[in-house]
Structure formats: structure tokens, C-alpha cells
T-cell receptor
């Protein structure tokens, strides 16, 4: 069990650019979650996959955000036309079943200049 | 909307003193409750959880939390803190009708020598 991994750990980009983050869950976990955490706040739910199906999306996930989990293993989160307000820590978590514990990765810290 | 409230944003204490971090949630329907800890520039680590059974749950490093359904609370306690307990602590809830975690805004625990 190598834990949840995320890549990259840090990303600096200019406003208007597109960015993509990757999350590799714990290998046997079929549920995968994305959260966003801004400075001084708790994480906020963005979206959730069961295997390759995206089952729930938050209203926080605007049209500029898209997430995929094509083979039910790793997932990607893409932000198009980044804005300064997108600067945050993006956290990925995985779990085996409901209501099993969600295990979090180290996060990707995004800074939009 | 369902919500989680952590009543104290910052809690400074001296080493070896007892501490209580407070957490209340909005709905009294069936819930699953978690405490996560976050060290600087890291992801979230599970501290303890309540899924069912005994309302008092304990972690391996001396923390405990008690589920109080009538008061919709899940306060975290430790009888004697160490410098190494300095971190941000997040209370999180999942309601059985959904899979997402809803987090409080966090409590920064600072243990001073």
C-alpha cells in the first residue's frame, strides 16, 4: 500500500493557461474524490468517481473544470483558462466503500499569477 | 444545507496541558464522523473516526472523541498534549445519504513549551 499520490506537488501558472493534475489512488480503492482547500479553510468537495463513473459534482466545479477517471484507476483534474481565484491546494482522496475512510494524498498547490 | 462548525479557529496551550477541540454538525440524521490532522504543506491524515457502536473513539496517539447525538457534537480531547501535536485539526462529517465529506474550517492547535 503506497498511499494516494498526486502530481505535480506544486504548479505555478499564468492567468488564462490550462493546467492538469493527476491523482493515483490506493490500488484497490474504487472510489476517488477531489477537494479544494484555500488558505485558512477546510477542504471543499469538488467531485467523486466510483470506478470510471463520475457520480457527483459540486456547484463549485464550474465549466472550466473537468475531471476524468478513464479506466477506473488514476484520475485527472483539468482547469481551463485559469483565474487567480483558482489558486488553492487541490486534494485527492480514495476509499474502498461507503462509509469507509477517505485517505488523502499530499495535494497539488496551484498558484495562478 | 448541512454544515460543520468548529467553534475555535485557534487554540494555544502549554505542553502537558489538556485540550478540547470542539465540533458541531447541523443535522441529526445518521452521520459518520471523522477528525483529520494536517501538518504544514501536507495532506490530511485520519486521526480517528466514528461509524457506529461505542460513542467514545480513541486514536493511537492519545486523542479521543465522543459522539453526542443529542447535542450533534463530536469534540476531540487529549489529556496531555505534546509539542508534536501542533497542527491544524479538521472535523468532517459524511451523511449516510451521500459520500462527500463536509469539513469544518479547522482549528489550529499550537502547543507551547
Amino acid at each position: 500500500d503506497t498511499g494516494v499520490s498526486q502530481d505535480p506537488r506544486h504548479k505555478i501558472t499564468k492567468r488564462g493557461q490550462n493546467v492538469t493534475f493527476r491523482c493515483d489512488p490506493i490500488s484497490e480503492h474504487n472510489r476517488l474524490y477531489w477537494y479544494r482547500q484555500t488558505l485558512g479553510q477546510g477542504p471543499e468537495f469538488l467531485t467523486y468517481f466510483q470506478n470510471e463513473a463520475q457520480l457527483e459534482k459540486s456547484r463549485l466545479l464550474s465549466d472550466r473544470f473537468s475531471a476524468e477517471r478513464p479506466k477506473g484507476s488514476f484520475s485527472t483534474l483539468e482547469i481551463q483558462r485559469t483565474e487567480q481565484g483558482d489558486s488553492a491546494m487541490y486534494l485527492c482522496a480514495s476509499s474502498l466503500r461507503l462509509p469507509e475512510t477517505q485517505y488523502f494524498g499530499p495535494g497539488t498547490r496551484l498558484l495562478v499569477l | 444545507a448541512q454544515s460543520v462548525t468548529q467553534l475555535d479557529s485557534q487554540v494555544p496551550v502549554f505542553e502537558e496541558a489538556p485540550v478540547e477541540l470542539r465540533c458541531n454538525y447541523s443535522s441529526s440524521v445518521s452521520v459518520y464522523l471523522f477528525w483529520y490532522v494536517q501538518y504544514p504543506n501536507q495532506g490530511l491524515q485520519l486521526l480517528l473516526k466514528y461509524l457506529s457502536g461505542s460513542t467514545l473513539v480513541e486514536s493511537i496517539n492519545g486523542f479521543e472523541a465522543e459522539f453526542n447525538k443529542s447535542q450533534t457534537s463530536f469534540h476531540l480531547r487529549k489529556p496531555s498534549v505534546h509539542i508534536s501535536d501542533t497542527a491544524e485539526y479538521f472535523c468532517a462529517v459524511t451523511w449516510t445519504s451521500g459520500s462527500r465529506l463536509t469539513f469544518g474550517e479547522g482549528t489550529q492547535l499550537t502547543v507551547n513549551p
